[in-house]
């Protein structure tokens, strides 16, 4: 069965330092990954996604990720945070096998805080 | 600007009554799934539905929960009688595809006293 692991359970940066979440998963064929972000108090909103192509995903709000096959990994990264970057965050994996896709596994999450 | 809905979005009852929580799906999608998170187990997952078919619903204790989609508009999940362990919040998500980004609602905080 595929798994995803958050390493990260809490992770506190200043604002303007640069963020980097881990992200592994554990299957061997072909998978859609995601990351989701849920604000205080809100439901999960997509940050971005990888289905194929260009390993190297820009979302939304200066977020990106970089997929590399080789060690089944998929780390969201920002540059520079800001405090409203408060957030958890979860990774998220669908596996395909048999040429349809499962339905999409979570991590356990990355919560985020950012100090002023 | 389409969004999936959830009613209600605070519910605090007694152990022992049953509770009701439903969702409606962004129009079109035809995938539908229910997630429950807390603090202890993280986000899981309980049912997920297809064309308003039950897909997969091992992640659902199946003594007391049920979930439906009585038709394409709106999903339901019961749980019956409720326990304190029940307590967290529901959420649920709709999707045009099964792989791919999943549209959230904003939940159902559930409090089981």
């Known amino acids: 069965a595929q798994s995803v692991s958050q390493h990260n359970h809490h992770v506190i940066l200043s604002e303007a330092a640069s963020l980097e979440l881990g992200c592994n998963y554990s299957?061997?064929?072909?998978?859609?990954l995601f990351w989701y972000v849920q604000y205080p108090g809100q439901h999960l909103q997509l940050l971005l996604k990888y289905f194929s192509g260009d390993p190297l995903v820009k979302g939304i709000k200066g977020f990106e990720a970089e997929f590399i096959k080789s060690k089944f990994s998929f780390n969201l990264r920002k540059p520079s945070v800001q405090w409203s970057d408060t957030a958890e965050y979860f990774c998220?994996?669908?596996?395909?096998?048999?040429?349809?896709?499962?339905?999409?596994?979570f991590g356990s999450g990355t919560q985020l805080t950012v100090l002023p | 600007d389409a969004r999936v809905t959830q009613t209600p979005r605070d519910k605090v009852t007694e152990m022992g009554q049953e509770v009701t929580m439903r969702c409606q799906p962004i129009l079109g999608h035809n995938t539908v799934f229910w997630y429950r998170q807390t603090m202890m187990q993280g986000l899981e997952l309980l049912a997920y539905?297809?064309?308003?078919?039950?897909?997969?619903d091992s992640g659902m204790p199946k003594d007391r929960f049920s979930a439906e989609m009585p038709d394409a508009t709106l999903a339901t999940l019961k749980i019956q009688p409720s326990e304190p362990r029940d307590s967290a919040v529901y959420f649920c998500?709709?999707?045009?595809?099964?792989?791919?980004?999943?549209?959230f609602g904003p939940g159902t905080r559930l409090t089981v006293l």
């Open positions: 998500a709709s999707g045009s595809t099964g792989y791919d980004e999943q549209f």
């Open positions: 299957y061997g064929g072909t998978v859609n």
């Open positions: 539905f297809r064309n308003r078919a039950p897909l997969d």
């Open positions: 998220a994996v669908n596996a395909w096998a048999s040429g349809s896709a499962r339905q999409l596994t």
